[in-house]
């Protein structure tokens, strides 16, 4: 069984960056591949950006790219998203998703998931 934990959420100006964190528990967090999505309320679930479980080849979402980077610590058993350039249109909860299977962007893809982080960002 895997646990995810976000943190790092929080209200910040347009044009700031956040880091935020997804600490895992259990045994196998090398061979998951994991990934961060996003929702507003009454939307569905937007694909944010996935990482491979070696943390060696990344995906990200056409609204993110450029701005966000993903990066995954084997020896922490944490993964991050560095957000930059953020935008009001960032506003949203954030979610931490893993799996030990396949990956892409389909949110029915990720077996394990987070509580989520609140992201603000005001204009």
């Known amino acids: 069984q895997v646990q995810l934990v976000e943190s790092g959420g929080g209200l910040v100006q347009a044009g700031a960056s956040l880091r935020l964190s997804c600490a895992a528990s259990?045994?196998?967090?090398?061979?998951?591949?994991m990934a961060w999505f996003r929702q507003v309320p009454g939307r569905e679930r937007e694909f944010v950006a996935r990482?491979?479980?070696?943390?060696?080849?990344?995906l990200f979402g056409n609204s993110v790219k450029g701005r966000f980077t993903i990066s995954k610590d084997n020896a922490k058993n944490t993964m991050y998203l560095q957000m930059n350039s953020l935008q009001s249109e960032d506003t949203a909860v954030y979610y931490c998703?893993?799996?030990?299977?396949?990956?892409?962007?389909?949110?029915?893809?990720?077996?394990?998931w987070g509580q989520g982080t609140q992201v603000t960002v005001s204009s």
């Open positions: 998703a893993a799996t030990l299977g396949w990956s892409g962007t389909s949110d029915r893809l990720y077996d394990y």
């Open positions: 259990g045994q196998f967090f090398s061979s998951l591949d």
């Open positions: 990482i491979k479980r070696s943390g060696g080849e990344t």
